[in-house]
Every structure is written in C-alpha cells, then in structure tokens.
C-alpha cells in the first residue's frame, strides 16, 4: 500500500496528468504531483539544461548540462516515485496537433514562456474539455489559473494570452510559489474540487491575490 494515502487522506493513484515543459515550473509542477501520488504523468519538453537554468530546475545538476531536460526529469522523478507510471515526449508545441500525447489525462499543466504553446493547448482542451492549469512568472510577479473548458472563462479571457513584452525574468522563490500553485490547483481538482476554477491567482511581492474572471 502507497503511504501517502495514509499520510494525506487520499489517492491519486487513478489520475493521469501532462505537464508541457520541464524548466522551473515543471519542475516544481511534477515534483509535486509524484509526492501526492499521481497514477501517471506525461513529460514534455524539447530542450536541454543549461547552466543559466539551474537558479529554479531543481531536478538537474551542473552534470546534465547538455542533457535532454525530460529525460532527466523521468528518471528523477522515478526516485522520488517508483510507482508512478512516467512518460516523455521530446517534441515542440506548436499547434493543437502536437498535443496528441495529452489525450486521456485528467488535466494538463502549462509550464511554459511563450504563447504559441499556450494558445496551442488553450485550443487542444477546448476541443477535448480537459482541464487546463496554467502559470507564469516575471521575476518577483506571478499568476496561476485554471480553466475548465465550457464551464470558466478561458486564458485570452484571464489575460494570459497577453502580447510579451521585454525580458522575462525568472527568479527561483516565485517559480516555486507559482509552480507549487499549479500544483495545488490540480490536486484539489482530482479530488473534485473545481472553487477554484476560473479564478486567477496572483502572487505579486509575497503577497497572493484573487482575481474572479468574468467571461
């Protein structure tokens, strides 16, 4: 018997969930949901570590430099928890066709720094009505939502489909917080609590707001 359940009160053992990117928040993002028990998790990412990202990936050493960031977060992963069943899938998204791999899962977490993806699998959920989480940070600012397809107003709507602008910065503390929040929305979802559904979460100098969507 798993002891987390013991430990919390409840099983995800029967949950599948998708994170599309590896770096800061995926980390945090996946990291999580293996602690809380997920049946099974799909890991996305095209990229390979650089020494520039090891101030927030957590699951990658000076050692992985170079590496396939997916890969090393599987085998990572699989030693915090064995029976997870982990997947990846080194592609690029781009449209909602590259989302193939997400179908089936009980949500799909967004970890990533640009829209094209974001709109992709803003797309791919609305068509297939799987829950969407979605985070981003710039440095000491970040905002988390999840959005239920047909039910919440979507991410143009919570405004995080906004043009970018400038540089983003990614500063370690609030990619914790942001990736953690993710996270934490998508647990309480597998366990059928949607309160906080379409509302936006906006963490901003230490302190947590909450925004109501109006679609």
Not at 76 to 84: K, Y
Not at 159 to 177: D, P
């Amino acid at each position: 018997m798993d002891e987390r359940v013991a430990v919390q009160g409840f099983s995800l053992a029967d949950k599948k969930a998708a994170v599309i990117g590896c770096g800061g928040l995926g980390c945090n993002i996946a990291t999580h949901l293996v602690c809380a028990g997920v049946g099974e998790l799909r890991l996305c990412d095209f990229d390979t570590v650089s020494a520039s990202n090891l101030n927030r990936q957590f699951l990658y050493t000076v050692n992985d430099i170079g590496k396939a960031k997916a890969a090393l977060a599987k085998a990572r992963l699989e030693l915090i928890s064995p029976q997870t069943k982990i997947s990846v899938y080194d592609k690029k998204i781009e449209a909602p066709a590259d989302l193939a791999f997400v179908a089936g899962v009980d949500a799909l977490f967004l970890a990533v720094d640009n829209n094209l993806a974001r709109a992709a699998a803003q797309a791919f959920c609305a068509e297939t009505g799987i829950p969407l989480v979605n985070g981003g940070v710039n440095g000491f600012f970040g905002t988390a939502y999840l959005y239920l397809p047909g039910k919440t107003p979507d991410l143009t709507a919570a405004g995080m489909l906004l043009a970018e602008n400038g540089v983003m910065r990614s500063v370690s503390s609030t990619v914790g917080v942001i990736g953690a929040l993710e996270a934490h929305l998508g647990i309480r979802l597998f366990l059928n609590d949607t309160s906080s559904a379409g509302k936006l979460h906006v963490f901003d100098g230490g302190e947590i707001h909450t925004l109501t969507i109006k679609g």
